[in-house]
């Protein structure tokens, strides 16, 4: 009777004195008693709690790392950010930590009934002594100088309580939550944060999309309540702004089941929107549909032409899927070489899961001249990134003695 991989389908094994080892994967089982129709069905070797699914990894990213968000976390799924992933559109800027003093900037007032969260807001003259604005203020903020754009509004709201633009009001709970220009403050940042959220809308749909994205991802992550609704309505709003992020967020939402019934053909329409503003992570996602059949025919044709895309505007997971498609063949025939050549792509930006597949293929020789150092070294990095199966791999090879 033919034994079959349970991992990758495979039929041929090399046959050990109390186990086997697949040929195509690499997984080691044992055998059981039962069998089902004609194939003997097959245990893992090490009896553990946690299995090894694939010795060849292509998961996607964790839900919390998956969602993306231009604030610190990705509910990636991920990833994100986590997947955690770092990704401040709205203030990239290397020298942010040498901003974020400030604790002779601010001072505490009494609470009244007109200021109830008792924030002091400071005057700040122009050196040309031209009044300040708001767009001065949000300039400094996208650059990420947050405590040059508290003071202006430090400035301003000390004249005028506004009202001002939706995305300065989330500006000043993002101050107060981490404590960027003023002395971090829970009950403040929320509330601006919800200002941000319920004030008339004021600004452009790409401000407004951000504004509702990333206060989405506040509820996401608990910081304003934990309301998976609430998050996928704001997610919806931002999509309705066209903000391909908010879209990407609102497709996962359907995906997965988070704050709405799961619907995986809308989840497909709405990751191809974002896919069409160009978001890298949505071609993934597109191409992983066509590849499943997940709402909509599967089609590998169409699932490599949609990772070409996501590989080419740098997304490590479209590289990993490309370099598992060469590497299986499901696209026809194997090409070692090239599933090579992504999943170096992918290590290349430090991906866990190309590390650990670039690993493999020297480990094995597939695609590459094989090095067991260099095997090992990649697992040892795979495993610093978060890959969960490779810190035992490399405990492996250390067994071997190479």
Known sequence: MNKICKNCGHTEF????????????GQVWKEAKDKIGENLVILPYDNTEEVVDVDFDNTEEVVDVDFDNTEEVAFDEEVVASEDI???DLADNENLIDQLYGDDNYEDEEETDDNPYGCQFYKEEAEDNQPLSEEDALSLFASGDFEGGFKIMDALFENSEGPYKNITYYYLGKCFEQGLGVEADVENAKYFYNLAITAPENGSDSELGEV????AMLYMKGFLGDDSYKAFKLFEKASEKNHAKGIYNNALCYK???GVTKDCYKAFELFKKSADLKYDSAYFQVGKAYEDGMGVAKDITKAVEFYKSGAKAGNTNAMCALGDIYYYGLAGEKDYRLAFYWYEKGAELDDANCLYNLAQCYLKGVGCKG???????????SAEKGNKNALAKSREIDLLSY
Not at 14 to 25: G, R
Not at 371 to 381: E, R
Request: charged share 25%.
């Open 371 to 381: 090095d067991v150092k260099i095997a090992h070294d990649l697992f040892l990095k």
């Open 14 to 25: 090399a046959v050990f004195k109390k186990h086997y080892e697949c040929m195509c994967c």
């Open 86 to 88: 770092v990704d401040n």
């Open 256 to 258: 997965i089941g988070k």
């Open 212 to 215: 509702y994205n990333n206060c």
